[in-house]
Antibody
Framework: QITLKESGPTLVKPRQTLTLTCTFS??????????VGWIRQPPGKALEWLAL???????RYSPSLRSRLTITKDTSKNQVVLTMTDMDPVDTATYYC????????????WGQGSLVTVSS | SYVLAQPPSVSVAPGQAAIITCGGS??????VHWYQQKPGQAPVLVVY???NRPSGIPERFSASNSGNTATLTIIRVEAGDEADYYC??????????FGGGTKLTVL
C-alpha cells in the first residue's frame, strides 16, 4: 500500500525559505522508473505542478518557479524534500507530494496535503 | 507552455448526465487524465489515458479525447459526485499541466 505524507511549517514569513518533507511508504525511490513530485493548490484555485525527482536523480522543475525550487531525496529515510526560497503571500497554498511513474503521465497516489500560509 | 481550458462550472440535476470539457491545442494527440477533488481532500484519479478507469471508480464515469477537446462524462449523477474536476496532460516542458478545474454542482 502506497502512502505519502507531507510535513513542514504551517506558517512562514515573506522572504523566508520553505522546506517541506514528503515521507512515503509502500515503494522505494531506488526502483527504476519511480519518482516523487510536488504539486500545490492555492485556496480556491487550480492545481499547479512544481517539481519532480526520479530514482536516478533526474530532476524536473516548473519553468516559472525553477529559480526558487530545489528537490532532493534521501532514499535511506524514504523522504523527498522540497525547498522554495523567497516566499511570498501568493505562495500560500496546500502542497501535495505525489508518487509518479516515469512511463505514466498521471498521478495515482497523493499525500493528504499540507497547508502553508505566508504571512508576516 | 501548454494550456488546458475548462468551464468554471457545470450544473446538473440528480440522475442526469454531466459533461465536462477540457480544451487544448490538438489535445487528441495527448493522453488526458481526470481527477475528482472534494472539499478538503486530495484529488482522486477517476480516468487515465483518455478513457481508462482505475479500480474502484464507477462505470458511470467515462471519458473521450479527440481533436481539440477531451470530455469527461458522468451519467446518472449522484449528490456524491459534487466536486471539482481537473483534466491533466503530460508536457515536455512542465511535466504535468492541469486545467483550471470545473466545479460540478448537483442541483
Amino acid at each position: 500500500q502506497i502512502t505519502l505524507k507531507e510535513s513542514g511549517p504551517t506558517l512562514v514569513k515573506p522572504r523566508q525559505t520553505l522546506t517541506l518533507t514528503c515521507t512515503f511508504s509502500g515503494f522505494s525511490l531506488t526502483t527504476s522508473g519511480v519518482g516523487v513530485g510536488w504539486i500545490r493548490q492555492p485556496p480556491g484555485k487550480a492545481l499547479e505542478w512544481l517539481a519532480l525527482i526520479y530514482w536516478n536523480e533526474d530532476k524536473r522543475y516548473s519553468p516559472s518557479l525553477r529559480s526558487r525550487l530545489t528537490i532532493t531525496k534521501d532514499t535511506s529515510k524514504n523522504q523527498v524534500v522540497l525547498t522554495m526560497t523567497d516566499m511570498d503571500p501568493v505562495d500560500t497554498a496546500t502542497y501535495y507530494c505525489t508518487h509518479r511513474l516515469r512511463l505514466s503521465g498521471h498521478i495515482e497516489f497523493w499525500g493528504q496535503g499540507s497547508l502553508v500560509t505566508v504571512s508576516s | 507552455s501548454y494550456v488546458l481550458a475548462q468551464p468554471p462550472s457545470v450544473s446538473v440535476a440528480p440522475g442526469q448526465a454531466a459533461i465536462i470539457t477540457c480544451g487544448g491545442s490538438n489535445i487528441g494527440g495527448r493522453s488526458v487524465h481526470w481527477y475528482q477533488q472534494k472539499p478538503g481532500q486530495a484529488p482522486v484519479l477517476v480516468v487515465y489515458n483518455d478513457h481508462n478507469r482505475p479500480s474502484g471508480i464507477p462505470e458511470r464515469f467515462s471519458a473521450s479525447n479527440s481533436g481539440n477537446t477531451a470530455t469527461l462524462t458522468i451519467i446518472r449523477v449522484e449528490a456524491g459526485d459534487e466536486a471539482d474536476y481537473y483534466c491533466q496532460v503530460w508536457d515536455a516542458d512542465s511535466d504535468q499541466v492541469f486545467g483550471g478545474g470545473t466545479k460540478l454542482t448537483v442541483l
